[in-house]
């Protein structure tokens, strides 16, 4: 598989890892970090060794979305002092989204900016957040709402990680392969539907970063087209991070992203002429795929979060909506009784 040129930099696939050996020794770094949280320091870092230098330091944090903080993050910028990283320093990012968005952030902010690579060891990390350069934190239960527009130096994708994966860490990262088709490509939105989320073809990874790609190329600082990648995250962002703040059911990222998609379908349909047949089309392929998690938080809340999204406007809440299977549009901006019929449409699929 080629590597996909990015906004400068490569995105390397299938048996990428010898190829981080050439970028090292090519780089001319003082020193070399990895960034890794203990269950990919354990799973992934033995991948990764045979190609690093002798001398490396890892900074190594606790796993999971509630430590993509400042606090963790004080303490990657404590590390790389501590260990005196310099201006022309590696950061070497090994893991999931949580490491490739802090560390990427940690990187972009230490010293004004040190150069840093993405290796990404989960599904969802491989086909979405490894890609595009967002980095980025958390704060007061707030999705990303700190961060940079920061690009790798280049990212690494290799399916050997996903072998240590749990089984919801690979549903979880489909849900965002399962956006790439419905925003961009019937065909590939149709492959998905039958394939196996657990047994991910490296062609399927591919094309869902082809397509991320093509859209972040067109439009790096998200001014406009960048905003379709957003399907399915207004709603999904609220209703994960309300999850995560009152811990009776937490949801992993594409687990929620998916509850999104269907609210936002049922939205695309109501003002964006996505026809009631594809809205089936959408719900179902989605239920099939994804557990079916109630939405425990009230609407209010709910509405508190998304007035707090980035995507908004004047205090409009910002949608990007399919027109149909394949084709986005961005810019919607949607009352509050419809969104909260959206959920109301959720919630009934699961009565
Ligand atoms: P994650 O980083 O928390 O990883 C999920 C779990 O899998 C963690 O417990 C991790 O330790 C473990 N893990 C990682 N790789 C493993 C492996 N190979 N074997 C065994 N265990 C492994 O979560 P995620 O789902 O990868 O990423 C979610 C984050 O990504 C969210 O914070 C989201 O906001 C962000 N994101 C960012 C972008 C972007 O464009 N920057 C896009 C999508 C999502």
Redesign the pocket.
């Known amino acids: 598989m080629h590597p996909i040129q990015s906004i400068g930099y490569p995105v390397h696939f299938q048996n990428s890892l010898p190829e981080i050996k050439n970028f090292i020794s090519n780089g001319n770094y003082s020193k070399i970090f990895v960034l890794a ?1 203990s ?2 320091e354990k ?2 870092l033995p991948l990764l060794q045979p190609y690093l230098p002798e001398n490396y330091d890892i900074i190594e944090i606790d ?3 509630e430590n ?1 903080n400042i606090d963790f993050c004080i303490g990657v910028w404590k590390n790389l002092l501590d260990f005196n990283a310099e201006r022309n320093s590696l950061l070497i990012n090994l ?7 802090m560390g990427g952030f940690a990187a972009s902010t230490f010293k004004r900016g040190i150069d840093f690579i993405q290796v990404p ?2 599904l ?2 491989q086909v ?2 490894s890609v ?1 350069g ?2 980025g934190i958390d704060m007061d239960h707030v ?2 709402i700190i961060g940079t527009f920061t690009q790798p130096k280049a990212v690494f994708i290799d399916s050997a ?2 072998k ?3 089984d919801c ?1 690979l549903v ?2 489909y849900a ?1 392969m399962i956006k790439h088709g419905l925003i961009a490509d019937k065909k590939y939105f149709d492959q998905l539907k039958t394939a196996d989320p657990l047994n991910i073809d490296p062609a399927l990874v591919y094309r869902s970063v082809e397509i991320k790609n093509q859209v972040i190329t067109a439009d790096p600082h998200e001014k406009g087209k960048r905003k379709i990648l957003n399907f399915g995250h207004t709603i999904g962002h609220a209703v994960e991070s309300c999850s995560l703040t009152d811990k009776i059911n937490p949801l ?3 687990e929620a992203i998916a509850i999104g998609m269907i609210c936002e379908s049922y939205l695309s349909h109501k003002i964006n002429g996505l026809i009631d047949v594809e809205l089936q089309e959408v719900t179902n392929a989605i239920i099939k795929l994804f557990p079916i998690s109630p939405i425990t938080t009230n609407n209010d809340d709910l509405l508190a979060v998304m007035k707090n999204d980035k995507k908004n406007d004047n205090q409009r809440i910002g949608f990007a909506l399919l027109t149909k299977i394949g084709e986005c549009s961005y810019d919607n901006f949607v009352e509050e009784d419809l969104i909260v019929k959206s959920l109301d449409f959720y919630r009934n699929l699961i009565k």
């Open positions: 949280d269950n990919t799973h992934c796993p999971g979305e993509k893991g999931g989204g949580v490491i490739t968005d060891t989960t969802l990390a979405d957040a595009g967002k980095t999705k990303n990680f996903l240590t994966l749990e860490q979880s990262g965002e992993l990222h594409g």
